[in-house]
């Protein structure tokens, strides 16, 4: 068992011819920059052991620092496993001790609880004869609440505490590093997902791995080497880097390795087969995903990453850094994470909790688009529109509607939207009449005059919100001015028992009903007439007080009905082409009550704008997103401002920009400009860790050379993707199938079948089923689908995005289904979401975006 000591070590502990001192008494280095008396401590001790060790037959090996080597015993060796496994017996021991302590704590906070939830009424005094008693109940029932949730918490703390050391006593940690800062003593340290300190809050066993200290395993080859601290840099010396495979307690393999995190391991974990959750990284962190995670310089950090190069990895472990880093003031639900699609979701959801975290929010675009306009409106969604382009390819219904895609999520669009905006502080903002049965109570141009009456310096949010007070005080005279009226009247005579109790006790309370009183009858009728007026008018009330009386959608019309207003409003003084196409859909869909997905954005945009982005979540402090090539400006600046103080971390691949909205912006304008320069990093990664090398070659020739430059494979062999050419679909079909019992038989896990669309993945999912016994598991993913299961996923390719299978099957990759050079990134995003093979299949002539597409084996 390792701990701090002074006494002289016994002969028996000898046995080793390299006796780490420093191992057995170092371990709570860091704590010694923190604390200069146990820094004296420790050093005492060690000197101390020092003498010890020289006493017994030691010579210190003074190279080394306090390693000692046995005089007449240079032969004798141990080898660095065994060592390293007596050095995992004793820290499972000191895991299995506090487990049985934390086993016992958490029984008792059990019985805590189960007891106070028992006798929680027996403890309470209960009395309501009059006021007194009845606040000392009430304070009585409080207190036992307060006791009740303590004890909840200490029992959940408690359980989590056991979960963390079951999990430690299955694989504590996964490296050491040997370091020797400068002008200090060698230590040694062991990394973990967790830090295990002994009980005495000196001894570490193992650090975290997002302690600083740590980093010096992720950032350095042996050699000389420095981390950061709070305080500044350490430099020293790594001599020692090594790495463990360790499962079920036991260490199944031993690494010393000279690189920054060793091949071996990393082949050995690529090598694995895929699961339907997503796995931490945290053992192989390479250095520039560490740059990533450990970033705290930038507001904003943009990382564009080949496919397959860990962003979704780096992101998650960079939420986990971060709740460590911060964990006084940082909660997980003051971090939003913005997924591409609920499959996705799913899919990344159990990374965090495995490392030991509660889990961040995590949103999708689509959500908060839903919750603005969903009310009033039938938005499509990004997956209908992609559907929608898709079946209408070609027509000149589908090439108009293209082009408004487009340009929707453009750059201009954004531009002459901003500008808009800017005229619109001087006039144009259109409102809706307050009216009540024919009644006019503010009109608009009254509205109008009221707003602009604010200086714009204000801003639109100040001005609306001086705008609502005047209209709820509006409202009110009004009110007052109706007593009179006969409608008042009528509906005061309906009122109910109950109103007309609840009108008799308020003027009782108000000193009537006694026997001076003289009017109690016309103060009835008055409040009960005041009360049928405010009830009658309080819907309008409450749209008053929801801006409901602003007119985001004429105003974003507005732009769409006046040539010279776009015109003089756009960058360049142009309309773009097909303006009118534009105009008369957005009239037309807004008739229906419906909205098309590139008009979404654009104005919840001024909705909120003119609101003065009232519901802004301000408590958010990190927002991540990922797939943020696919976001159009708009998306961008929205999310901007709606988390004002959230901190960035934008994760993209602008050679997966598979949606129309993104294609005119390449992916990544719409978030750079967001933050000052200075605030900004902008980072590349470039291996692909997901695919073998021969996918990744494969993959990279779908691109044109300049956007795949600078993409490289990590060094893992596979067979090469296979071609098939298909003559009807039921061959396909057939084929398919014959495969994939091959994949299931030789152990793989997750099997994708990705179709282009939607209906395509409707029908291969049914002649599969037709072919396939009925064991082997066949789930059509659809937009709605939280899960990924095991099996066979059959899937369209958009929902693919940011997912992996261990084997790809693309259904019919055609020129006549990837014919467009917008399929070309699509086809690329399909093919890389392999592990370990890919096969492509043809109905006819293959797409022309396929490499070496001559190779296809010939029809079958
Ligand atoms: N450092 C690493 N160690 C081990 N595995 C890694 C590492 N980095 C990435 N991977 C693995 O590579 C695969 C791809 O990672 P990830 O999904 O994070 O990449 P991505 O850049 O988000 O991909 P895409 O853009 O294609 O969706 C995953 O299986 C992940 O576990």
């Not at 082409?577 to 229906?592: I, Q, V, Y």
């Not at 396909?732 to 299931?744: G, H, N």
Request: charged share 30%; with cysteine; aromatic share 10%.
């Amino acid at each position: 068992m390792l701990h701090k000591r002074s006494s002289p070590l016994s002969q028996a502990e000898f046995s080793p011819i390299y006796v780490y001192a420093r191992t057995r008494l170092c371990e709570p280095a860091a704590e010694w920059r923190c604390n200069r008396r146990d820094n004296l401590v420790v050093r005492r001790n060690m000197r101390r052991a020092g003498a010890a060790y020289c006493s017994a037959g030691f010579t210190r090996d003074t190279t080394r620092g306090m390693r000692f080597r046995k005089r007449g015993l240079v032969n004798m060796t141990i080898s660095p496993r065994e060592e390293e496994e007596k050095r995992l017996t004793e820290v499972l021991d000191v895991v299995e001790r506090r487990l049985d302590k934390e086993l016992e704590v958490l029984g008792e906070r059990r019985g805590d609880v189960v007891d106070i939830r028992r006798e929680f009424w027996d403890d309470v005094r209960i009395s309501f004869a009059d006021a007194t008693e009845m606040g000392e109940t009430w304070t009585s029932i409080m207190q036992q609440k307060e006791l009740l949730l303590e004890r909840e918490r200490t029992h959940r703390l408690a359980f989590e505490s056991v979960e963390r050391l079951a999990k430690m006593h299955d694989n504590p940690y996964f490296a050491r590093i040997d370091f020797a800062e400068e002008g200090r003593d060698t230590e040694t340290i062991y990394i973990g997902r967790a830090s295990l300190v002994g009980e005495d809050g000196e001894t570490f066993y193992v650090y975290d791995w997002r302690a600083p200290v740590s980093s010096l395993f992720y950032d350095h080859e042996p050699g000389p080497a420095a981390y950061e601290t709070p305080e500044g840099e350490i430099r020293g010396e790594l001599e020692l880097k090594r790495q463990f495979v360790i499962r079920a307690g036991r260490l199944k393999h031993v690494f010393d390795t000279d690189e920054t995190v060793g091949d071996d391991i990393l082949q050995a974990v690529l090598s694995e087969k895929s699961d339907t959750s997503m796995k931490s990284i945290v053992a192989t962190i390479q250095k520039e995903q560490n740059r990533i995670i450990r970033d705290e310089k930038h507001r904003l950090l943009v990382v564009q990453g080949a496919a397959g190069s860990g962003k979704t990895s780096a992101a998650l472990q960079r939420v986990a850094y971060l709740l460590y880093r911060y964990r006084d003031s940082l909660t997980p639900d003051q971090i939003v994470l913005f997924s591409p699609n609920p499959v996705f979701k799913g899919y990344i959801s159990r990374v965090l909790p495995e490392l030991g975290e509660a889990n961040m929010r995590q949103m999708t675009f689509r959500e908060l688009i839903e919750a603005r306009l969903g009310r009033r409106f039938q938005v499509e969604d990004l997956f209908s529109q992609t559907e929608v382009l898709s079946a209408s390819e070609g027509t000149p219904e589908g090439e108009a509607r293209e082009r408004s895609v487009r340009y929707k999520g453009s750059d201009h669009f954004f531009q002459t939207v901003e500008r808009y905006f800017k005229r619109l502080e001087s006039g144009g903002v259109r409102f809706r009449p307050l009216r009540f049965r024919g009644d006019t109570i503010a009109s608009a141009d009254e509205m109008a005059a009221k707003f602009y009456s604010v200086p714009a310096s204000e801003g639109f949010g100040y001005r609306a919100g001086q705008l609502r007070k005047w209209l709820i005080e509006r409202l009110a005279s009004w009110v007052d001015a109706q007593m009179d009226e006969s409608w008042v009247e009528e509906a005061a005579e309906l009122a109910d028992e109950e109103e007309i109790q609840r009108a008799y006790v308020e003027i009782r309370r108000r000193g009537g009903f006694h026997e001076d009183a003289f009017d109690d009858e016309d103060r009835m009728t008055q409040l009960l007439m005041r009360r049928a007026a405010e009830s009658a008018v309080e819907p309008l009330r409450k749209a008053v007080k929801a801006y409901r009386f602003l007119d985001p959608v004429a105003t974003y019309l507005e732009l769409f009905r006046s040539r010279s207003l776009f015109a003089s409003c756009s960058p360049d003084g142009k309309l773009p082409e097909g303006w009118e196409w534009m105009a008369s859909r957005l009239e037309e869909t807004l008739d229906r009550k419906t909205i098309d997905h590139e008009d979404a954005t654009p104005l919840m945009y001024i909705m909120e704008g003119l609101e003065g982005f009232r519901k802004v979540e301000g408590e958010i402090r990190h927002l991540f997103v990922d797939e943020a090539q696919d976001y159009s400006p708009f998306q961008a600046a929205y999310l901007r401002r709606r988390f004002p103080r959230a901190r960035m971390t934008v994760l993209g691949d602008f050679n997966q920009a598979i949606y129309a909205q993104s294609q005119e912006t390449g992916g990544f304008g719409g978030w750079i400009r967001l933050m000052p320069e200075e605030d900004t990093a902008v980072w590349r990664l470039t291996t692909s860790y997901r695919s073998t090398k021969q996918i990744v070659e494969f993959s990279k020739k779908i691109l044109r050379p300049e956007e795949a430059a600078d993409i490289r494979p990590f060094e893992r062999e596979g067979e090469e993707p296979k071609l098939v050419l298909v003559r009807d679909g039921a061959k396909l079909a057939d084929l398919v199938s014959v495969e994939i019992r091959r994949l299931l038989d030789v152990g793989y896990g997750t099997i994708g079948v990705i179709a282009k669309s939607a209906k395509e993945c409707g029908n291969a999912a049914a002649l599969l089923k037709e072919r396939l016994p009925d064991e082997v598991p066949i789930t059509y993913v659809t937009g709605s689908s939280a899960l990924l299961p095991r099996g066979v996923s059959v899937l369209p390719s958009y929902l693919a995005k940011g997912i992996e299978f261990d084997a790809v099957v693309v259904w019919d990759a055609s020129a006549a289904r990837y014919g467009e050079d917008r399929d070309r990134k699509l086809m690329y995003t399909v093919c890389t979401r392999a592990l370990h093979v890919l096969l492509v299949y043809s109905l006819g002539e293959p797409s022309k975006w396929l490499p070496d597409s001559h190779s296809f084996a010939n029809v079958r």
